[in-house]
């Protein structure tokens, strides 16, 4: 099977800084698109960033000039580099990845980390 696990959330102040990071795990033949999404309380779902395996990315408008998402493609591993936080990116972020197993069964799918706190509080 694969597995997503984040980790780097926390408490920061606002226009503080936070680095999130997810390492993909198991069988895996190849990752196509990586990403972050994340989830306020009272709110759906959202779209932060993504970034594809050939290295194009799209950021949600509220987080442009502020957030940077990378890729490690030998670790397999996704980064999420927050800078200038404010209290309205508090959130539960999640890692989201499109992968090709190595499971014939499985084929390729859609996966999700466990998700990792993020407040921005002072």
């Known amino acids: 099977q694969v597995q997503l696990v984040e980790s780097g959330g926390g408490l920061v102040q606002p226009g503080g800084s936070l680095r999130l990071s997810c390492v993909a795990s198991?069988?895996?033949?190849?990752?196509?698109?990586m990403g972050w999404y994340r989830q306020a309380p009272g709110k759906q779902r959202e779209l932060v960033a993504v970034?594809?395996?050939?290295?194009?990315?799209n950021f949600a408008d509220s987080t442009k000039g502020r957030f940077t998402i990378s890729r490690d493609n030998a670790k397999n591993t996704v980064y999420l580099q927050m800078n200038s936080l404010k209290p309205e990116d508090t959130a539960v972020y999640y890692c989201?990845?499109?992968?090709?197993?190595?499971?014939?069964?499985?084929?390729?799918?859609?996966?999700w980390g466990q998700g990792t706190q993020v407040t921005v509080s002072s």
């Open positions: 198991g069988s895996i033949f190849s990752i196509n698109e």
């Open positions: 970034i594809r395996s050939g290295g194009s990315t």
């Open positions: 989201n990845a499109d992968i090709t197993t190595r499971i014939r069964s499985i084929g390729r799918q859609e996966y």
